[in-house]
């Protein structure tokens, strides 16, 4: 696929990101109720860390359900959905962790937007594709050509990559 054709995934809620929600939760209600705090403050705590849970777990689901996340080629991602809408360009190089993409976008008024993609949220090679797309985004200008057999260093090396400013 070349890179500068567009790219389309549609996004569903991640059960990956969805139980580390849920861990987070039982972690923080376990500290809470471990501590040496008075019974009525362990006790709004609890249902503090519940109601936090409960509004985490809305944000980590609600949007991505019939989102689509976009590329047009020439370095705009867009995601569109019924709860969410932000265009921008990459403002930061994403972070890459097995299973998950950071993405760190600038809109035109200047805001930041942070997406946490997870594998499962899209299908099977969309999750690679679109973590080739974002590294190429945030390379230096410039091409990868390939050096014909027997013409690369000495170390084996059969690519060249010319930059161009």
């Known amino acids: 696929m070349p890179f500068d054709t567009p790219l389309r995934v549609e996004l569903r809620p991640s059960r990956l990101l969805t139980g580390l929600v849920v861990l987070m939760t ?77 993405l760190v976008l600038s809109d035109a008024a200047g805001r930041t937007h942070r997406w946490v993609l997870a594998r499962d949220m899209m299908r099977e090679n969309a999750f690679r594709q679109l973590r080739v797309r974002a590294w190429l985004d945030t390379r230096p200008s410039g091409s990868v050509t390939l050096v014909p057999d027997g013409e690369g260093d000495a170390e084996g090396d059969r690519t060249q990559v010319s930059r161009s400013r």
């Open 26 to 102: 039982f972690a923080a209600l376990l500290a809470v109720l471990r501590s040496d705090l008075p019974w009525w403050l362990r006790g709004l705590s609890s249902v503090l860390a519940a109601v936090i849970a409960w509004r985490e777990y809305r944000r980590a689901t609600r949007p991505w359900h019939g989102a689509v996340l976009s590329h047009d080629g020439a370095g705009r991602w867009r995601l569109a959905g019924r709860a969410v809408s932000c265009e921008g360009r990459l403002a930061a190089r994403p972070l890459h962790l097995p299973g998950l993409l950071v």
